[in-house]
């Protein structure tokens, strides 16, 4: 028998009633035409400037456009344009979001400005200093989350970060005392802290890559400091969400990647221990934590700490996964904003982010249901998504680097978060519905970015474009020594 | 040189033994004019150059971000409590992480260059035992604020100063850092409030 589910308290109401509240205002139609703007131009550059051209140095050598820039320039904007429609077309049926949308989109708009200069940086401590700032940028975003306190939870994510960037500072101030001691001037421009380097084990410089690194890790999710990200996500509004999992996850990756381009060969074992080590204790957190989820969006935050697990796994075996690496961390970013944006629809319909009243979903919203239930396949590494041939990669990688007990946990842990998250999700899209309504009804403005970020999940897992093979490896080459 | 490093190293002790969070601002305050004394007379020549930097790190640091955070504290009733909780455990702790700060910095074996990364140290570990000891947003904002001003400090390591851009991003962190901060755990629904509602639509 079906029974009465608690609705969406905007409408007491399900979706397929979801009236449209007031018209779209300029500002979200202009919201779009720059993420449009930002996406082209990142595409144009992308289509005519030959690889071999890069690096190409900006702004007397503070930016550089390389491959690695290069590409998540593209991959960040990308998102940001389905993003930008997603909130274009919730604008209709949201009256929060219709009120906000200025203080919003200009927040989203200078939050989006700061990551592509961060992803352009060429010098460590502006870079440092970009996503800091990109972070106070997000925090006001965060804040008008649905969550009890949504102001302390924009303070405990602020707090986090501003810990882990921290400890990348202790990471500078040691390099700095090392190449003090030994006496050599320090900068820290990419291209150039390389030459203040030493590879004859220094204990300050080791000190100070491993600060950066597991400060980095923090942004990122890595354990253990992990822990702002599931209260964050899950709070956030869904569109923040998927830009903190999407775009500001991206710009911590490339602080990563600059710092093993920078380290290239020096300090290779200690990374590998240090990244193997973050990699096993978020895959095992990860693991239990989605074990006992009973909440979607949760549970997607979870998946995405033990997608960062993968990722610093993935890293330590070095040039073996590297290819496997780049691709897996492109495909999560669209991965996790089609999870987090189809979450976002749910939420709107039902007005809970717990799964126990929801059932059945893909009959009530048959085309979120289905798109989630992709976004989860593509999660749990299935075929014919990217995700799938990025995992089988970095397995392959680490099989060849002969670190079996990585094999098997990693095996052992993406089970086990295999079935705890089919136990979880499945029941909630396939189950008997709770209650009765007519099925939703979803505009295309809607569905489009999702589905946009379907096909290039399959395309990249069934068949790459040259060019974008191409640049795939040259940052693969890049970060794999 | 050494001069402004202790009055740095002063307005970042005092304050954890013995001030208020009402007091807070005054501190700062007080760190940014010892800075901009440093950032002064580290340029041999005064040029435009550094006459900008140390115009900034006044005006930004010394005037504006104080004001910001006093106007944020106003009125409270955290403005009266400790900075850091007054016990032995926390003092011991404290005197502990100065030391061993300063046995970090002696590794240089420079006398100025030593003590300047002791201080830039001796911020860093005060400002993580805030951070760990107290949990009132408002202290935690003031910890936050130390880090950002061992990283300005941080900069008179470095061989060459900062370049205009790379200065003129940490002052917007720096002010974006209490804007933001002060905005969180301030106002009606700021950290502090209790809030039983949550909000009605996710979007």
């Known amino acids: 028998m079906s029974t009465p589910l608690p609705l969406s308290p905007d409408t007491a109401r399900p979706a397929a009633n979801e009236a449209p509240v007031q018209a779209h205002s300029v500002v979200s139609a202009a919201l779009v035409g720059v993420a449009a703007a930002f996406w082209l131009a990142s595409m144009l550059v992308f289509l005519t400037l030959p690889l071999e051209q890069l690096p190409l140095y900006l702004a007397r050598r503070y930016l550089v456009l390389d491959a690695t820039s290069l590409l998540f320039v593209m991959v960040v904007n990308t998102v940001f344009l389905g993003i930008s429609v997603y909130i274009h077309s919730r604008e209709r049926t949201s009256r929060v979001l219709k009120q906000d949308i200025r203080s919003r989109a200009g927040l989203v708009l200078l939050f989006m400005l700061v990551i592509n200069i961060g992803i352009l940086c060429n010098h460590l401590i502006l870079l440092w200093i970009l996503i800091e700032l990109s972070t106070l940028c997000a925090a006001p975003l965060v804040a008008r989350g649905n969550a009890a306190s949504p102001k302390g939870v924009a303070w405990r994510y602020l707090l986090y970060s501003a810990m882990t960037l921290s400890i990348t500072f202790l990471g500078f101030m040691c390099l700095a005392q090392s190449a003090q001691l030994r006496g050599v001037e320090i900068s820290f421009a990419v291209d150039a802290l390389g030459h203040a380097l030493t590879s004859g084990g220094d204990s300050w410089q080791r000190l100070g890559f491993s600060f950066m690194l597991f400060g980095l890790g923090g942004k990122l999710g890595l354990a253990p400091l992990y822990a702002w990200l599931p209260e964050t996500y899950e709070a956030a509004p869904t569109s923040t969400s998927a830009l903190l999992a999407a775009v500001q996850f991206n710009i911590s990756v490339v602080a990563v990647f600059r710092i093993l381009q920078v380290f290239h060969g020096v300090e290779a074992h200690m990374v590998s221990q240090e990244l193997l080590v973050m990699g096993y204790v978020s895959l095992v957190v990860a693991a239990v934590q989605v074990m006992a989820a009973r909440n979607y969006k949760r549970l997607i935050a979870y998946a995405c700490v033990s997608s960062s697990g993968v990722i610093a796994l993935g890293l330590s075996v070095g040039k073996a996964a590297a290819y496997g690496v780049v691709l897996y961390v492109v495909s999560n970013a669209f991965v996790k904003s089609l999870l987090f944006l189809t979450a976002g629809r749910m939420r709107a319909v039902y007005g809970t982010n717990d799964v126990a009243p929801l059932s059945g979903v893909i009959r009530i919203m048959p085309f979120s249901g289905l798109l989630f239930t992709v976004g989860i396949f593509a999660l749990l590494g299935f075929p014919p998504f990217a995700s799938f041939l990025a995992e089988m990669l970095i397995l392959s990688g680490i099989v060849q680097a002969g670190n079996l007990m990585a094999f098997t946990l990693m095996c052992v842990m993406l089970t086990v978060i295999f079935v705890a998250t089919g136990r979880t999700v499945f029941p909630m899209l396939w189950g008997a519905p709770k209650r009765e309504a007519p099925p939703s009804q979803e505009t295309w403005l809607t569905t489009v970015p999702k589905l946009g970020f379907v096909g290039i999940l399959i395309m990249l897992g069934t068949y790459t474009p040259d060019a974008i093979t191409r640049l795939l490896r040259e940052v693969a080459q890049s970060i794999g020594g | 040189m050494s001069l402004p490093l202790i009055l740095c190293l002063i307005a970042t002790v005092?304050?954890?033994?013995?001030?208020?969070?009402?007091?807070?601002?005054?501190?700062?305050?007080?760190?940014?004019?010892?800075?901009?004394?440093?950032?002064?007379?580290?340029?041999?020549?005064?040029?435009?150059?550094?006459?900008?930097?140390?115009?900034?790190?006044?005006?930004?640091?010394?005037?504006?971000?104080?004001?910001?955070?006093?106007?944020?504290?106003?009125?409270?009733?955290?403005?009266?409590?400790?900075?850091?909780?007054?016990?032995?455990?926390?003092?011991?702790?404290?005197?502990?992480?100065?030391?061993?700060?300063?046995?970090?910095?002696?590794?240089?074996?420079?006398?100025?260059?030593?003590?300047?990364?002791?201080?830039?140290?001796?911020?860093?570990?005060?400002?993580?035992?805030?951070?760990?000891?107290?949990?009132?947003?408002?202290?935690?904002?003031?910890?936050?604020?130390?880090?950002?001003?061992?990283?300005?400090?941080?900069?008179?390591?470095?061989?060459?100063?900062w370049p205009l851009p790379v200065h003129l991003s940490v002052s917007a962190l720096y002010v974006a850092t209490v804007a933001v901060g002060s905005w969180l755990v301030s106002g009606p629904s700021g950290v502090l409030v209790p809030h039983g509602d949550a909000m009605e639509e996710d979007t």
């Open chain 2, 14 to 161: 005092i304050p954890v033994f013995f001030g208020k969070i009402g007091a807070a601002p005054f501190w700062l305050g007080l760190q940014a004019l010892a800075l901009g004394w440093i950032t002064l007379t580290r340029h041999h020549e005064l040029d435009v150059h550094a006459l900008a930097l140390g115009l900034e790190v006044l005006v930004v640091r010394a005037w504006l971000a104080p004001t910001l955070l006093r106007r944020a504290l106003a009125g409270s009733a955290v403005q009266r409590q400790e900075l850091m909780p007054s016990n032995l455990f926390a003092w011991g702790v404290a005197i502990s992480l100065i030391i061993l700060a300063f046995k970090f910095g002696d590794g240089a074996r420079a006398d100025v260059r030593a003590l300047t990364l002791g201080v830039v140290a001796a911020t860093v570990m005060i400002a993580f035992l805030v951070l760990s000891t107290n949990q009132t947003p408002a202290a935690q904002l003031v910890a936050m604020l130390f880090m950002e001003n061992a990283l300005a400090l941080f900069e008179s390591l470095m061989p060459e100063p």
